[in-house]
């Protein structure tokens, strides 16, 4: 197990874009910073925990899973997950000022999920979906 953090603009799965020049595995702990912008494409990805900090996260039509805790604390521009699935194993927080967290598919967290310091409770559904193009958040969530 390693940390693992992103050193350029890429795609996930290519060693160039990560530090050691590796991509990172199931059990690694991944760092998205630096303000770069790392792309799932191609094969899905996972990871022991993930913290998105100063950069991007975009998930194309893969599936991630992240098998302990996921934070997303950046001030740039966020986690985009198109039609994809997102799983994470621990607990998810989405700081409040970290940009957009968009998810137009299934998101699945095994634990608590915390969004702009509120949290949603294990087992209370978390997005319905709204239009074709809107997820919103619809209930479960307490101070």
């Known amino acids: 197990m390693a940390t693992i953090t992103s050193v350029a603009t890429g795609i996930y799965s290519i060693g160039t874009t990560w530090s050691g020049g590796v991509a ?8 998205i910073d630096g303000g770069y912008q790392v792309t799932v494409a191609g094969a899905a990805a996972a990871a022991a925990t993930l913290i998105v900090k100063s ?6 039509a893969q599936t991630v899973t992240v098998g302990g805790n996921c934070l ?7 986690t985009k997950i198109g039609s994809a699935t997102l799983v994470v194993g621990g607990n998810l927080e989405v700081r409040k000022g970290s940009g957009t967290f968009m998810v137009a598919s299934t998101l699945t967290v095994a634990g608590r999920t915390r969004i702009a310091g509120r949290t949603l409770e294990p087992g209370f559904p978390i997005c319905r979906h709204h239009r074709d ?11």
């Open 72 to 78: 997303v604390a950046t001030a740039g521009r966020g």
């Open 133 to 143: 193009d809107c997820t919103e958040i619809s209930a479960g969530f307490r101070d």
């Open 24 to 31: 990172p595995g199931a059990g690694d702990d991944v760092i």
């Open 55 to 60: 950069g991007t996260l975009v998930i194309g």
